[in-house]
């Protein structure tokens, strides 16, 4: 590890000395012991992160804060039995076990989420026809607006940077579906591929919460389902790749 | 598991209001995402089978609770597309220490969401990057790489917001000499 590698690590080192022993931080803490130069920024840093931490903690919540706090807690319990929401549990627990079951026979028709993903790299391993072009961020939310998607996609953020570099984008289907695909224009001539998709349509029972990493080929890819909608990254490379891009 | 409920409140409630002001910027809203959040405890916090999870558990669904409640449908994100440097500007304490709390925040609310948030919650509570990727649900690369990059932004908002600071008190040296 040399010293810039160390430096970025240790940026995320807490002040109060709690990452001592964390194995992460070991090899840049050894660094900053060899090299004076990291060993004194390191101690500049630590100055610089208490000050600005101790600063925070003058910001003090209104006083009535802790008092409506317990008191709405108190409300909350002198509330008739049946009307505190534990006995609901069970009401709820069954309800939701009724949802499961229609949930269940509804999605057995449906496509799964799992099988798209191997359809989304054939599909871009192959010729494509990109009807729409842009390197204008205003221009692709008036091509997402006008094809049926929400105003709002949670493009990445690291993604969202690329547009300026050109993407191309293209609906096309998949049983039955329609999948809206962005192709995002990265270094060296590779390429990016965001597909978004109804997430009502396909069945994403199988999907971990949070995002689900995939190694398909030499493609990797990241799902995830946010606000009705399941997204996939697919990029050449491993998972660091895509992880990048987040 | 049993957390007596109001020894929770006053551990966490000052450090959760300080995470709810530098997402919701205002100091209302940061009090109604603490209390939703210790009313989402007070009926759900029985579930949670490990103890040490607590205070993870309360900054997640306070920031679980800000994005539900969030009006302001971010897009695409606003970024220069030229590279950030990786060198983080040097800075003396003494600087900081001639701002208030509220400047200090001030400054972070100034800085890009997706960098504020992890470094809020890296200043506020000592959180560690493990605790912040959880309660984000983002990988711990992404972690250290956004703490760095706000980092910077906050460092350069500070250097100004000094730098105004000093013009001032020049001003107004020269405006008591004159008089």
């Given at each position: 590890m040399n010293s810039k590698q160390a430096r970025f690590i240790l940026q995320s080192y807490r002040p109060n000395g709690g990452d001592a022993r964390d194995p992460v931080f070991r090899e840049a803490l050894e660094q900053a012991g060899l090299d004076p130069e990291l060993r004194g920024w390191l101690e500049a840093e630590t100055r610089i992160d208490s000050a600005l931490g101790a600063k925070l903690t003058e910001l003090s919540a209104p006083p009535s804060l802790l008092d409506n706090i317990l008191a709405a807690r108190q409300a909350h319990q002198s509330r008739p039995f049946w009307l505190?929401?534990?006995?609901?549990?069970?009401?709820?627990?069954?309800?939701?076990?009724?949802?499961?079951?229609?949930?269940?026979?509804?999605?057995?028709?449906?496509?799964?989420?799992?099988?798209?993903?191997?359809?989304?790299i054939a599909h871009v391993s192959g010729p494509m026809e990109m009807g729409f072009s842009t390197r204008d961020?205003?221009?692709?939310?008036?091509?997402?607006?006008?094809?049926?998607?929400?105003?709002?996609?949670?493009?990445?953020?690291e993604l969202g940077k690329k547009i300026g570099s050109g993407v191309m984008c293209s609906q096309f289907q998949w049983k039955g579906e329609d999948i809206a695909l962005i192709c995002f224009m990265l270094e060296g001539g590779r390429h990016a591929h965001f597909f978004v998709l109804d997430a009502s349509a396909v069945d994403t029972a199988s999907l971990p919460m949070g995002r689900a990493y995939a190694q398909q080929g030499e493609w990797a890819t990241v799902s995830w389902v946010e606000g009705g909608?399941?997204?996939?990254?697919?990029?050449?490379?491993?998972?660091q790749t895509v992880e990048a891009l987040l | 598991?049993?957390?007596?409920?109001?020894?929770?409140?006053?551990?966490?409630?000052?450090?959760?209001?300080?995470?709810?002001?530098?997402?919701?910027?205002?100091?209302?809203?940061?009090?109604?995402?603490?209390?939703?959040?210790?009313?989402?405890?007070?009926?759900?916090?029985?579930?949670?089978?490990?103890?040490?999870?607590?205070k993870t558990w309360l900054f997640t669904t306070l920031y679980r609770e800000f994005l539900a409640t969030r009006r302001k449908a971010v897009r695409f994100p606003q970024h220069e597309l030229s590279e950030v440097e990786s060198e983080l500007p040097v800075q003396d304490p003494r600087q900081i220490e001639r701002l208030s709390g509220r400047e200090v925040m001030e400054a972070l609310e100034q800085v890009d969401d997706i960098f504020r948030t992890p470094l809020v919650l890296f200043y506020v509570d000592d959180n560690s990057y493990s605790d912040i990727a959880a309660i984000l649900d983002i990988p711990i690369g992404t972690v250290m790489s956004r703490i760095s990059r706000g980092k910077q932004q906050l460092r350069a908002l500070i250097s100004g917001q000094t730098a105004e600071q000093a013009q001032r008190a020049r001003t107004k040296a020269r405006e008591e000499q004159v008089s």
């Open positions: 505190r929401s534990r006995p609901w549990f069970a009401i709820a627990a069954v309800a939701l076990a009724m949802a499961g079951l229609i949930t269940y026979l509804l999605t057995s028709a449906r496509p799964a989420f799992t099988a798209f993903v191997p359809a989304a961020p205003t221009s692709l939310n008036q091509w997402i607006s006008t094809h049926g998607l929400p105003a709002a996609i949670p493009i990445p953020a909608h399941a997204f996939v990254l697919a990029a050449a490379g491993d998972q | 598991m049993s957390i007596d409920f109001e020894i929770l409140v006053r551990d966490y409630y000052q450090a959760l209001y300080r995470f709810g002001l530098s997402l919701a910027c205002n100091s209302a809203d940061a009090c109604d995402l603490t209390q939703q959040t210790f009313a989402l405890w007070a009926d759900r916090g029985h579930q949670l089978r490990d103890s040490s999870k607590v």
